[in-house]
């Protein structure tokens, strides 16, 4: 299994829908079994300047990171179809194991 994760700020658009959108609409046609979109509090690019998007009077952009596991040819394939559309962001990739319970073999064939 391969975990993806894709970090951009929360108001970047590509054309007139808000990223973040676009990408959790593109993993379900990429049939995805699953995604989760997290909003962070504080963080910072190449550019080491902090973003501090909820201190007073602050214009900085929210961090969001877009988290999803899948077999690791269906994530590659994903990752390339949002590659043909959009450049920016960082986008990185770590080999993962399920932790299902020997006793639940259901649920470890639902992720397969």
């Known amino acids: 299994m391969l975990q993806a994760q894709?970090?951009?700020?929360?108001?970047?658009?590509i054309g007139t829908q808000l990223l973040y959108e676009f990408i959790m609409q593109l993993l379900i046609?990429?049939?995805i079994n699953g995604a989760t979109a997290f909003e962070g509090t504080v963080g910072y690019g190449i550019n080491q300047r902090i973003n501090k998007p909820n201190a007073?009077?602050?214009f900085d952009e929210t961090p969001m990171i877009v988290v999803?596991?899948?077999t690791?040819?269906?994530v590659k394939k994903a990752l390339k179809a949002l590659r043909k559309v959009w450049k920016g962001g960082l986008?990185?990739?770590n080999a993962v194991e399920?932790?299902?319970d020997d006793d639940d073999t259901a649920a470890h064939n639902s992720y397969l």
């Open 91 to 93: 986008i990185t990739t």
């Open 68 to 70: 999803f596991i899948d």
């Open 98 to 100: 399920l932790f299902i």
């Open 29 to 31: 046609r990429q049939e």
């Open 6 to 13: 894709i970090f951009i700020d929360k108001h970047e658009l």
């Open 56 to 58: 007073l009077f602050s």
């Open 72 to 74: 690791e040819p269906k």
